[in-house]
């Protein structure tokens, strides 16, 4: 089922703020966010350039981003960020690198 498609079916009840936070955490898990046009992309152990490189996104990538948590700062295409993306288990990318269409935060914090 998309996010699309969800309906309140409680009888018209509002849910309390904390179901509703559950709900926007779960809907951007769901989204895949570019990396910037002609970048490879180093994903690193860590939230800043001093950690080892543990892999390389190809150019034209797209990331599901778990978490975010705030990190080294960074400038790339999209600004000058302190917040990395979580993509998997010790796997870190620069949100500058990133087109999430936010400054901010879009998904939980780490």
Excluded: F, H
């Excluded at 498609?5 to 559950?22: C, F, Y």
């Amino acid at each position: 089922m998309s996010v699309d498609q969800v309906k309140n079916t409680g009888g018209g009840e509002e849910q309390a703020d904390g179901a509703n936070e559950g709900v926007a955490a779960a809907a951007a898990a769901l989204r895949s966010y570019p990396v910037a046009p002609g970048y490879r992309l180093n994903v690193r152990s860590g939230p800043g350039t001093n950690y080892p490189v543990v892999r390389v996104l190809s150019e034209g990538a797209r990331i599901a981003i778990n978490c975010q948590r705030a990190g080294e700062w960074v400038s790339g295409p999209y600004g000058t960020s302190n917040i990395w993306d979580n993509i998997g288990s010790g796997q870190y990318v620069s949100d500058a690198y990133i087109l999430t269409g936010s400054d901010g935060y879009v998904a939980p914090r780490c």
